[in-house]
């Protein structure tokens, strides 16, 4: 059983950044592939970036260049690192674990694990 609790979230101008974190539990936390997902009101739920064991990056067009998904598993910790924001990038973001492969993380159905979510809301 993996518990995330993320963190981080906030009220930023366009342009501005945020850094989320997402805290694990468990000891096995090195092992699982960790995606950030995004869901805006009325909208399905959306892959902003990935990252598996082996620190192999995939990030969703919409965010390539401006965020940047990392992992420190000595902290059980996955961050998402958002510079540039845009009101498009207004969204509940989840962190989520799982053990599938790079390719397969962009579904949710690939991930075991879920957080609870934090709210990301960028100002025009």
């Known amino acids: 059983q993996v518990q995330l609790v993320e963190s981080g979230g906030g009220l930023v101008q366009a342009g501005g950044s945020l850094r989320l974190s997402c805290a694990a539990s468990?000891?096995?936390?090195?092992?699982?592939?960790m995606g950030w997902f995004r869901q805006a009101p009325g909208k399905e739920r959306e892959l902003v970036a990935a990252i598996n064991s082996g620190g192999s990056t995939y990030y969703a067009d919409s965010v390539k260049g401006r965020f940047t998904i990392s992992r420190d598993n000595a902290k059980n910790t996955v961050y998402l690192q958002m510079n540039s924001l845009k009101p498009e990038d207004t969204a509940v973001y989840y962190c989520?674990?799982?053990?599938?492969?790079?390719?397969?993380?962009?579904?949710?159905?690939?991930?075991?694990?879920w957080g609870q979510g934090t709210q990301v809301t960028v100002s025009s």
């Open positions: 468990g000891r096995t936390f090195s092992s699982y592939a």
């Open positions: 989520a674990a799982g053990r599938s492969a790079l390719r397969d993380l962009v579904v949710p159905r690939s991930y075991d694990y």
